[in-house]
């Protein structure tokens, strides 16, 4: 029997590609680049829409332990990322167009894989299908899924940052250091004394945002993702003990540590174009460029994409998930990805996985798998389906929503040794579950 995924995204192409592999036939929707979501820019399958980092590679980090899952469970995605990788210290970040058109070839080239450039406007009745449409899910299948889950579902807001071109940054004032010094420095830095720290903040407290319109002036940020200027609105230092704060940049050339220091991660493989580390944005165009280039360092910066907000679509999941990804009222009905409430490019790579892996054992007659909730994955997939919370709201990985981990009282309070049992004890039990399957 054929499986219906709705959304090339990350979630839903690395869905396609593991239930391809198990040999079973595919049919995947796509409605880019025919309808687009004012975030993507291409028609390509798993294409990243903001940032190109997938974050830490540390397995003593939760997001690192979610990756050291993921490979341990074969991810397909994964694999490409590793190939289209970008240096950028401990995180794994990627080129984004080579990464996207690895997984387009590979999707296009699956003989499993029938991929269907449409919009799926309804889930389909009396089929297996995979709903994996994302934050940005259509309207006309938002509906559908509205209907289907008879809940009012839930929306809230990200932002989007900017992204510079290389050859535009002065470097006379900007230099290249990671943080603490790690490695090969990957990130360039802009440093502020206090005095132009304070002009910049001024701008930017000063500057107009674009006008939200009436159903979403109650909008909800995701904390971890705030705009900056609604950070900057909490205090005149929030962002020195966020994203600008200085602790262990020292320019080399003056071994200084500055009032306040900006970062550009690298975005694409070239090495051409950097991103501006947590300056998701909601301000106008005009009042972004100002403000950028009232930065030390892009006084000229030739800006390639502005800053953008965007809607997020989720279901609530907690009355209608199960920890294995299908719904309690239809078995052969799977979400996957961001619209699950999972939050971030590895988690919904990751939930694509098992959702994947799932439906094809479920295709199969097979028990489908629960995973421990010692795993990150385990772990977030619990959150999702049982989370009591009266409202709802997205997850990414971290180490809070995993089994506690009893310690010896002088171990306590080490949290590196601490994270590196948890992280061992994750793939201990990981492997066992796999090995008995
Ligand atoms: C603007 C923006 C910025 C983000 N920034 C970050 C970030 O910096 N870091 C991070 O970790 N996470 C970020 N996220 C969150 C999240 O990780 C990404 O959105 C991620 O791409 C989600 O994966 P997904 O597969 O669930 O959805 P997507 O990758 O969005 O894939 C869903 C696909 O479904 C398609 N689709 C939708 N409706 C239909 C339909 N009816 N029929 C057919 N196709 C349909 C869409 O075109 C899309 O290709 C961001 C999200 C957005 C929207």
Known sequence: M?????????????????????????????????????????GDCAEFVCSNSMGSLIETNASGLLKAEMKEMKSELIDIAYQNSVPAGNALAIDRVGFSHAVTEKIENNPNITFVREELTKIPDNVPVIVASGPLTSNKLAESIKNFTQTEHLHFFDAVAPIVEKDSINFDIAFWADRYDKGEATYINCPMNKEQYERFYNILINAERIELKDFEKNAKFFESCLPIE????????????????PVGLVDKRTETINHAVVQLRQDDAKKTLFNIVGFQTNLKWSYQKELINSIPGLENANIVRYGVMHRNTFINSPNILNATLNTRKRENLFFAGQITGVEGYTESMATGMLAGINMARYLQNKPLLQLPT??????????????????????????AIVDYIDLPKNERKNKKLKNEKLSKRAINDLRQLLCSI
């Open 374 to 399: 010692t795993t990150m994955l385990g772990a977030l997939c619990n959150y999702i389906s049982s989370s009591e919370l009266k409202h709802f709201q997205p997850m990414n990985s971290n180490w």
């Open 230 to 245: 609604v950070l900057a609105s909490r205090d005149i230092d929030a962002l020195r003990f966020g994203p600008l704060k």
């Open 2 to 42: 054929e499986v219906i995924i709705i959304g090339a995204g990350l979630a839903g192409s690395e869905a396609a590609l593991q239930l391809a592999k198990r040999n079973i036939k595919v049919k995947l929707y796509e409605m880019r680049p025919n309808i687009q979501t004012g975030a993507h820019v291409t």
